[in-house]
């Protein structure tokens, strides 16, 4: 089946250590993004990259890192400069094209212990 | 800047009952407008979506929107909702001509009560 894979679901890290999030898509789509949900807030967009080898951040980027290597992969690295990372990270994929939606994965929980 | 307004954080309802879920945006340029809804601890999934055209849209479950562009509006309104559609629902905005970025709400958790 065509979709967006995020692993893990759930994704525990101390304090000061760096963590990945994986995020696969089969779709085909040129463009990819991170998103950060916290409660009341929304979502809030990280990274996006409409091609590969190139991104941009977006609006709350700070203590995150990611790469675009391959158009199927986008991870996302939550660095130990971030400093409240405990939250629910949403990958998403589009076509290009402006007038598309985007498709979700369904998501990591991070956990900062 | 663009933007999107869901002035409602929280909107509870009776089974069977209709329910309208506001949604306001602001922008300049024509913009492209979607609805999504949430499952607790699950992605997002797409109800419907405005492009271009007739301005009433029809989704999945029953869900339809109106889109207004005197009042730079996009309610999203089901006539008789079920207990299984207690979710949180998100507005989104692309802006014409601009980036791909998607901008969304901050949600409406439609809550519906038996």
């Known amino acids: 089946d065509g979709g967006i894979t995020q692993s893990p679901k759930y994704l525990f890290r101390k304090e000061g250590q760096n963590v990945t999030l994986s995020c696969e898509q089969n779709l085909n789509h040129d463009a990819m993004y991170w998103y950060r949900q916290d409660p009341g807030q929304g979502l809030r967009l990280i990274y996006y990259?409409?091609?590969?080898?190139?991104?941009q951040k977006g609006d709350i980027a700070e203590g995150y890192s990611v790469s675009r290597e391959k158009k199927e992969s986008f991870p996302l690295t939550v660095t130990s400069a971030q400093k409240n990372p405990t939250a629910f990270y949403l990958c998403?994929?589009?076509?290009?094209?402006?007038?598309?939606?985007?498709?979700f994965g369904q998501g990591t929980r991070l956990t900062v212990v | 800047a663009q933007s999107v307004t869901q002035l409602d954080s929280q909107v509870p309802v009776f089974e069977e009952a209709p329910v309208e879920l506001r949604c306001n945006y602001s922008?300049?340029?024509?913009?492209?407008l979607f609805w999504y809804v949430q499952y607790p601890n699950q992605g997002l999934q797409l109800l419907l979506k405005?492009?271009?055209?007739?301005?009433l849209v029809k989704g999945i479950n029953g869900f339809e929107a109106e889109f207004n562009k005197s009042q730079t509006s996009f309610h999203l309104r089901k006539p008789s909702v079920h207990i299984s559609d207690t979710a949180e629902y998100f507005c989104?905005?692309?802006?014409?001509?601009?980036?791909?970025?998607?901008?969304f709400g901050t949600g409406t958790l439609l809550a519906v009560q038996p």
């Open positions: 405005y492009l271009s055209g007739s301005t």
């Open positions: 989104a905005v692309r802006k014409s001509g601009a980036t791909n970025k998607l901008i």
């Open positions: 990259s409409q091609i590969v080898n190139d991104f």
């Open positions: 922008s300049s340029v024509s913009v492209y």
């Open positions: 998403a994929s589009s076509q290009h094209q402006e007038n598309t939606e985007a498709f």
